[in-house]
């Protein structure tokens, strides 16, 4: 994450939370959360974090646990330590080696009207509930 990238407002590692989240920027979650995230910014999941939402953002930068469906408009980022789980909607995605994704993936290319499914693809390690 760039400095412009730097997250604005940070939920810790010993931090739970349930409800909605809307913010103008970045927000970085290292903690549990439950429910809505909505920006024009930058959602970054923390490596350990655990998140079940539905999220509306431009980027989203997965490092921990995802269930739920993410919609971004730019980007979504898988890193390697990512497990996901759900439903990916945006115009560019990212997955990293070792990344355990079990998601629907829809992709449409800026300026498309156009979406392309990619399958899910069920792997024998599961993402907990």
């Known amino acids: 994450m760039t400095q412009s990238q730097a997250p604005q407002s940070f939920l810790d590692r010993d931090t739970s ?7 103008n920027g970045n927000i970085q979650i290292d903690g ?3 429910g809505e995230v909505r920006s024009d910014g930058t959602l970054v999941i923390g490596e350990g974090a655990q998140v079940d939402a539905s999220v509306n953002v431009s980027n989203a930068i997965i490092h921990g ?3 739920g469906e993410i919609t971004a408009t730019e980007l979504i980022e898988i890193g390697p330590s990512s497990r996901v789980a759900g439903e990916l909607r945006t115009t560019n995605i ?6 355990l994704v079990n998601a629907q993936i829809e992709m449409q290319p800026a300026g498309d009207s156009g979406v392309i499914t990619l399958p899910t693809e069920t ?7």
Not at 94 to 99: F, L, P, T, Y
Request: without cysteine; charged residues 40%.
């Open 17 to 23: 939370f349930e409800g909605k989240i809307a913010f």
């Open 32 to 34: 549990q959360f439950k």
């Open 65 to 67: 646990e995802f269930k």
């Open 94 to 99: 990212q997955i990293a080696k070792g990344a």
């Open 123 to 129: 792997r024998e390690e599961s993402i907990a509930d």
